[in-house]
């Protein structure tokens, strides 16, 4: 062997290197669930934790970022939040309705999908559902011939926008509500939207659960829910009410500080007992309590019965309601607010899945419009340039590593794997940076493994602490005052496994 490959092979071995996905996935990777045995010790739990990754699915949803809601229905009409199913259908008519203009703002904004609120709460159908005349085509809308998923679906189509569809389980309107005939009326509209429509790429079912008109509550068929959805879109993830993106507890915009995508099930959980054949395909509901402030930590995951990837979704409104309200027009959220919730959200490894009502014409309003515009204008620029891009990296006091560009080549799919649970990485700058963000992913198709971490930048010849940290996952984006230095150092103080990262970088922020 000569030299330098000895030199290579030594460097492979003692800094760990870069795997491919598929090398690290038949070794590590558990998939998206793991059943935890009585006999595990904590640190196999912790090891098994580590290597819970997300399915297919789960992965491009985490990739997309951003995503949009748009609630729009009667309520839009009757300037309410809840309708009560009693809304007389012909006062809907959105005269102006453009589904072209709604897929042209939220892409302009960054948002890589788009959900409509197909029926809420209030029963009414934004498509002409068969098991219906609550819906569209009951209204003067196209005198009844109109369909507004169609326009959205298509208008998607058009403009390279993902589609979703959010189907509320509770219905105030439907006679049947109650009752077991129910849950064949609500999987015939889901077979419809499901169908008929294209791609859907997620499935959101609300939580809230009422009386339908007759004073009865509703026992769901979840299951046969999940059957149908896999059955007919099988890329679609199923979100909230679903096994494959949780609620994030608020619908404020704001994440966890600490924010793990592996968490709990138990095996009291009525759908996952239910699913028992089906679990590989993941067709169980974690009953995670969405609002516990902690759900992820070590101490959770110890008296498990199972562990499973659960990612979080932040959903708020740009406006105080997530139905458009005309004396709100002058309430949409400041740049500078949805800012915060980017760097909360997004920053936190959650996805951030923000509403804009249409209006009552059936466009997005002027205000909202924009809001969204100036944001996207300043997130563009903030992280259009990486400082660190020509930075060199030294892993473990090794410069030069055959892998040390990974962290910084802007392709989330290359990366470094470390050799040990809590690496150092020394970033010398080429030349002094200015610079108040910082950027960190973990490669998470091989795990969520980071507890902890912490930065510190060289400043007029000391080193300071810059930010600590706790969870990184998909990405992690933080805040400081301005600096100016040629130095950092990225130390990961605690970590479940070997971890993996995926990109590193320095921005400095623009102002509004
Ligand atoms: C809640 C609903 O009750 C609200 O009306 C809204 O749709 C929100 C996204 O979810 O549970
Ligand atoms: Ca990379």
Known sequence: MNKILKIQLA??????SSMSIAQVSKTGSLGNYVEISPSDSQEEIINKAARVTPSPKQLAWQKMGLTAFLHFGINTFSNREWGDGKEDPANFNPEQLDAEQWVKTCKKAGMKLIILTAKHHDGFCL?????????????PWKNGTGDIVKELSQACQKHGMKLGIYLSPWDRNSQVYGTGEYNDYFVNQLTELLTNYGDVAEVWFDGANGEGPNGKKQVYDWQ?????????????VIAIMGPDVRWVGTESGYGRDTEWSVVPANTQDENKIAATSQQKTGTFRPEVNAMAKDIGSREKLYSADKLVWYPSEVDVSIRPGWFYHPDQDDKVKSVEKLLDIYYSSVGKNSLLLLNIPPDTRGLIHENDAAILKKWREVLDQTFKVNLAKKAKMTFEKIPDTPNSKNLIDNNYDTYWLANKKTPTIEIKLKGEKTFDRLMVQEQISVGQRIEKFKVEAKINGKWETLSEGTTIGYKRLLRFKEITTNELILTILESR????????????AVSE
């Open 11 to 16: 460097l492979m071995l003692c800094l760990g």
């Open 127 to 139: 498509w002409p559902s068969k098991y219906t005349d609550h819906s569209v085509k009951s209204s």
């Open 224 to 236: 046969r829910y999940y059957t149908t959805i896999r059955k007919l879109q099988p890329d679609a």
């Open 497 to 508: 496994a070997n971890p993996a990262l995926a990109e590193f970088g320095i921005y400095k």
